[in-house]
DNA sequence: TTGAAATATGAATCAGTATTCATGTTTCAT
DNA sequence: ATGAAACATGAATACTGATTCATATTTCAA
């Protein structure tokens, strides 16, 4: 259950390391189940057991990927936030950020959102506290008055899924969407709504 | 893998609907992997082997559970929209149907997002028939005037993936939330948007 | 009523794979 | 340089659970 304590040489840690890719690698596209430990083994060029070294079950390589997954997506979306000049144009750097996210990393996307049926503790705080900080952010721009008066933990958890579903459909699915257009009208719509 | 033919006698159709039924609840709490077909056959009441008479495989079972799930939600959205007065009552109205419904069957809400790990096939087609309808309506909302102009596809899409994210986080993982806020403020939302 | 087709049963088959372990090999602090 | 701690190996273990099948029982059209 617990993980297994990190590597105390050189060697250990880049073996740990090729098995963590190789384990994205396999997960991310047969899915936990159909991945099985031999695969990823096989794929990190290394012996059956010495997997076990360094994870104590597929659970809980898996709960790392997570993991891993939630600090670069956070990474990622606040870097490329970090220069907009105001919270609107926030959001639509942010969107676009995640999309090509999930297009640069699609595996471990797929892992997210399989974590919640192998994992839903790891599931459940990926997004909650992603939710938070946005949450956070959009108070924040709210007293400045850059934004409008509302529940800023219901608009985080919507736009939320708004990047999510769009990312499913226009990224995983669709390789030739027009991902700027998708962006612009996605972004419209956030910004003033579907109202004439 | 093809659905086996449909039963000829009377007590056929009622052991195929238990059975159904008994799928839906074991693979609905318990997950598509843990629920074995002797916990679904226990729970019908019936014989492991009766199972392989009605269905040919435990994904054949769980693909048509998504069907269920797909024909049961538009009925339903449908339903609810009906009577309102133009196209943004009609979101705020679907919006709310549809979280009443996972409220009422999180267990086929749950069978249709592992859809997507175990027959893509069914997921795809579930949300892209939905996005289909959904967008033709938008389409002609929009053409009446109902609606500003913007991409109805892409539209559809942002407004399915704010309902699922909010069915998840408030109906789901939290019993004590107040839909009608969680309505409203997303309904404020998608009607104004976050500009002030 | 009757027998051919449908349906019911659950033990046995069959396949797959997570995890362990006994036995080497390598690393690195001293 | 050296030996105790780390690490590597893959065959063997242990278990699970989907699917099949030979054998009853029930249904219902003729």
Same mark, same amino acid.
């Given at each position: 259950m617990a993980?297994n304590?990190?590597p105390?040489?050189?060697?250990?840690?880049?073996?740990r =390391?090729?098995?963590l890719?190789?384990?994205e690698?396999m997960?991310?596209?047969?899915?936990?189940?159909?991945a099985?430990i031999?695969?990823?083994t096989?794929?990190?060029?290394?012996?059956l057991?010495?997997?076990?070294?360094?994870?104590?079950s597929?659970?809980d390589v898996?709960?790392? !990927?997570? !993991?891993? @997954?939630g600090?670069l997506?956070?990474a @990622?979306v606040?870097?490329a936030?970090?220069?907009?000049p105001?919270? !609107?144009e926030a959001?639509?750097a942010?969107?676009?950020?995640?999309?090509?996210?999930?297009? =640069?990393?699609p595996?471990?996307?797929r892992?997210v959102e =399989?974590?919640?049926?192998?994992?839903? /503790?790891a599931y459940?705080?990926?997004?909650?506290?992603f939710?938070?900080a946005?949450?956070?952010?959009?108070r924040e721009? =709210?007293?400045s008055?850059?934004l409008?008066?509302?529940?800023? /933990?219901v608009?985080?958890?919507a736009?939320m899924g708004i990047?999510?579903t769009l990312?499913?459909?226009?990224v995983l699915?669709?390789e030739?969407?027009?991902?700027d257009?998708?962006?612009d009208?996605?972004?419209s @719509?956030?910004r003033?709504?579907i109202?004439p």
């Open positions: 993980t304590p990190y105390r040489t050189k060697r250990g840690a880049e073996r =390391e090729q098995i890719r190789a384990a690698a997960i991310g596209t047969q899915g936990f189940s159909a099985s031999a695969d990823i096989r794929h990190a060029k290394t012996a057991g010495t997997f076990y070294i360094y994870f104590s597929k659970e898996f709960r790392e !990927l997570v !993991l891993e @997954m600090q997506t956070r @990622m606040t870097q936030v970090a220069d907009a105001n919270r !609107l959001e639509r942010g969107l676009k950020a995640f999309l090509r996210f999930v297009a =640069e990393r595996s471990l996307y892992i =399989e974590a919640r049926f192998i994992d839903v /503790e459940k705080a990926y997004f909650t506290n939710a938070k946005y949450a956070a952010q959009l721009a =709210e007293a008055g850059e409008r008066p509302g529940d800023a /933990e608009r985080a958890w736009l990047a999510k990312g499913e459909r226009y699915w669709d030739t969407a027009d991902i257009h998708v962006v009208e996605a972004y @719509m956030i003033d709504g109202a």
